[in-house]
């Protein structure tokens, strides 16, 4: 397989011919794509300002019957990182590339993603998105395993253990396949997306990752308090449901192999708390991969403009699980079952 380029991302443009693009004006389109810097601080300093803060008042709340709603505020905060993560990762959210790539390492760390392989996976994953054994972020393999499925990927326990494994195992440049989801074979994995020159950076960024949880453990050690530990990587786990219920139906239960993201991906209509602030807008996520180099603050306006275009999305999430949770469950003994869209002519 060759190897996928990071700026491929940005070639998903209105001239490809392999995947399904809308049609727009070009003029409305450039303007769609332009960055405000302005408006990356004000999500920016939002974000990081409600994580501190949260973190703040969870470590105050300690020794009382507080800290269970404030932790858990916290955690759900310090997890939906990961949205911080995807959208620095595609240099989208500033206008210039240091800023997003400063903000995009200090995210990988919070989101628990080591951020060089990742880079270069999620590059793979728009160019592959849902083709079977090309695509290692399918989050839905078949058949279903309903229990992996529905606890110990709900707390994030496979990721965030698969992603530990590979720190350790990069830093010391063993990579070989780490089997997060299912005990299938794995054909391809993270690292084999990762060119040559980009191997060192993996391993040290591995190694700095992997420090910093180690003296984070010993400080717990130390002080003889759980609150490092509660405060750095493990809310990934115990704050990852809010996660995984916003971020699983984005490709849930749907086509598998084709070339029309309308099919194979999902738009979920939130409010600004959940849809703008904890996932960064990407419930808009058929408009996310049609034109991945539109700024996240950017995708409702696209949305408004390509709806008729597109399957009518899921209103808010409880319409998206009645319609995914029985899908699913059918998929563990049916794995070629999937839920058909219906698509505009």
């Not at 990071?6 to 490809?16: A, G, P, T, Y």
């Not at 070009?26 to 920016?44: G, M, N, P, V």
């Not at 160019?127 to 290692?136: A, E, I, N, Q, W």
């Not at 700024?295 to 699980?321: C, R, S, T």
Request: proline share 6%; charged share 20%.
């Amino acid at each position: 397989m060759s190897q996928v380029k990071v700026e491929d991302i940005d070639k998903i443009d209105l001239s490809n011919k392999d995947w399904w693009q809308p049609k727009i004006d070009k003029k409305e389109y450039k303007k769609l794509c332009q960055r405000s810097d302005s408006i990356a601080w004000f999500h920016t300093i939002l974000y990081f300002s409600i994580l501190i803060l949260t973190g703040y008042l969870a470590v105050l709340s300690w020794g009382t019957w507080y800290a269970i709603p404030a932790f858990l505020l916290y955690g759900s905060v310090y997890a939906c990182s990961n949205a911080r993560w995807h959208e620095y990762g595609h240099r989208t959210v500033f206008k210039t590339r240091k800023l997003n790539d400063f903000f995009y390492y200090i995210s990988s760390f919070l989101a628990f993603f080591e951020p060089i392989s990742w880079r270069w996976s999620h590059a793979n994953h728009h160019s592959k998105t849902r083709y079977l054994d090309l695509d290692v972020e399918i989050a839905d393999p078949r058949p279903t395993n309903l229990r992996i499925l529905f606890f110990t990927e709900f707390f994030g326990y496979y990721r965030v253990k698969g992603e530990l494994q590979k720190l350790i195992k990069y830093s010391f440049r063993i990579f070989k396949p780490v089997k997060q989801f299912s005990e299938k074979e794995v054909k391809i994995t993270v690292a084999d997306l990762v060119p040559e020159k980009e191997i060192d950076k993996m391993v040290w960024s591995s190694r700095i990752f992997l420090i910093i949880i180690t003296l984070t453990i010993v400080l717990s050690i130390l002080l003889q308090s759980f609150i490092p530990l509660l405060l750095i990587v493990t809310p990934q786990i115990y704050g990852g449901p809010l996660l995984w219920i916003l971020a699983f139906p984005q490709h849930a239960a749907l086509k598998f192999d084709s070339n029309d993201h309308r099919e194979t991906t999902r738009t979920v209509i939130l409010g600004p708390i959940l849809g703008t602030f904890f996932y960064a807008n990407m419930q808009y996520h058929i408009e996310h991969h049609a034109s991945p180099q539109i700024p996240f603050y950017n995708l409702p306006k696209f949305h408004e403009k390509i709806k008729d275009q597109m399957p009518d999305p899921n209103v808010g999430l409880l319409d998206a699980y009645k319609e995914i949770i029985p899908a699913v469950i059918k998929q563990s003994t049916d794995p070629n079952y999937e839920i058909k869209r219906v698509i505009p002519v």
